[in-house]
C-alpha cells in the first residue's frame, strides 16, 4: 500500500510540475550546496540471459525489490546545472528462480549524476539528469556454487522535481531508471548475466544551504 502511494505521489508531482507555464526565477538557496534525504521504492526487473547449470530459462531470475532511505548531495555550479551525489548504507535483495527463493546478496549502488535544472515555475523547479550507477555486490548467498561479479557499473537517468517550502528547505520527488548488469558464475565454470535495470521511485525532503 505504501509502494502504490509513494508511486501516485511522485508522478502527481512531476505531472503537476513539468506542466505549469514557466516564470523565470533564480535558484533560493544561498550557497552552492543542496542536501535531500528520500524514500525510495527499488523496483526490479526479471531478467536474464539462459546460461544458469540446469538449464533455466531466460527472464527466470527475479531480483527482489524493496524501500530503502538514501541521501544525495548536489552541487550548483550555476543556477541550471549542477552535480549530484546519491548514498545509501548496502541494500539486501532476496533472489528467486521461476518463484522459488535460491539465495540473497548485499549491494552498494552510489551514483554520480550531472542535472539541467529549469527555470523554476511558481515553487516548482523540475530537472533531469543522467550520469553512472556503481553496484558492488557482496554478502552472496546462493544456491548451487553461484557467484556475482562484485564490481558493476551501469548508466542511468532520471527526472524530479523540488518544491520550494521557503528559501532553504525544499520536498522533492524523483524517478530514476537504471541500467546495469551482473555477472553470474555457476558451479561448473558456466557465466551469463542478470538484468535487475532497478526504477527507483523516491520522495523526500531537501535542505538548500
Request: charged share 10%.
Amino acid at each position: 500500500m505504501l509502494r502504490t502511494t509513494i508511486k501516485k505521489t511522485v508522478l502527481v508531482f512531476l505531472m503537476t510540475s513539468f506542466g505549469v507555464s514557466t516564470a523565470l526565477a533564480e535558484q533560493q538557496g544561498t550557497t552552492p550546496w543542496l542536501v535531500r534525504l528520500r524514500l525510495l521504492d527499488i523496483a526490479t526487473q526479471k531478467s536474464n540471459d539462459t546460461g544458469l547449470a540446469g538449464g533455466a530459462p531466460s527472464d527466470s531470475i527475479q531480483v527482489g525489490g524493496r524501500m530503502q532511505p538514501d541521501v544525495d548531495v548536489t552541487y550548483f555550479f550555476t543556477p541550471h546545472w549542477a552535480t549530484e551525489l546519491v548514498l545509501s548504507y548496502p541494500v539486501s535483495h532476496s533472489v528467486s528462480l521461476s518463484g522459488g527463493n535460491i539465495g540473497s546478496f548485499q549491494e552498494l549502488p552510489p551514483t554520480l549524476n550531472a542535472q539541467y535544472h529549469f527555470d523554476s515555475m511558481g515553487k516548482f523547479t523540475p530537472y533531469l539528469g543522467a550520469g553512472v550507477t556503481y553496484m558492488r555486490t557482496f554478502n552472496t548467498s546462493l544456491v548451487s556454487g553461484l557467484s556475482l561479479t562484485q564490481n558493476n557499473f551501469g548508466p542511468d537517468v532520471e527526472a524530479g522535481v523540488d518544491y520550494a517550502l521557503d528559501q532553504h528547505w525544499s520536498l522533492n520527488a524523483d524517478i530514476k531508471q537504471v541500467f546495469i548488469n551482473v555477472g553470474v558464475t555457476n558451479g561448473a565454470g558456466g557465466t551469463f548475466n542478470l538484468h535487475p535495470n532497478p526504477t527507483l521511485i523516491g520522495v523526500g525532503v531537501g535542505y538548500h544551504f
